[in-house]
C-alpha cells in the first residue's frame, strides 16, 4: 500500500523523526526563600548536580539576587528524580526550598 499524496508521506516522515529524535530536555531550576541557608543551597548543587564549588556558588548567587537559577538540564527522568531529592534533602533539613523543572 503506497502512499502517492505528498503531504501524507511529510506527516508521516515528520512523526518517525520525532520518535527517533533526541529526548525533550528539562531545566532544573531552584527558587529563593527567605530560609533556606546560602551554605545548603551550595551543597545541593555540589551533591545533587555535581558544581564544583565556584560553579555551585555563582548559581546559589543568582538564586539569591535573581530569585533563582538553572542547576542544568536533563532528560525528564533525570530532572524528576533531581527535583525530589532536593525536596526531600531540604525537609530533612527543615528548609522550604524549592526545585521545579521547565521544558527547554
Do not use: W
Not at 500500500?1 to 506527516?11: L, N
Not at 533556606?36 to 565556584?54: A, R, Y
Request: glycine share 8%; net charge neutral.
Amino acid at each position: 500500500m503506497g502512499t502517492k499524496d505528498p503531504a501524507i508521506k511529510e506527516e508521516i516522515a515528520s512523526g518517525v523523526d520525532q520518535k527517533e529524535g533526541h529526548p525533550p530536555m528539562f531545566r532544573v531550576i531552584l527558587h529563593n526563600d527567605d530560609y533556606t541557608t546560602m551554605e545548603f543551597v551550595v551543597e545541593i548543587l555540589i551533591k545533587v548536580f555535581g558544581k564544583s564549588l565556584e560553579k555551585a556558588s555563582i548559581i546559589m548567587l543568582n538564586v539569591h539576587r535573581q530569585g533563582k537559577g538553572i542547576c542544568g538540564s536533563y532528560t525528564r527522568e533525570i530532572a524528576e528524580t533531581k527535583v525530589n531529592t532536593v525536596h526531600n534533602l531540604a525537609r530533612e533539613q527543615g528548609f522550604p526550598l524549592k526545585s521545579t523543572m521547565e521544558k527547554e
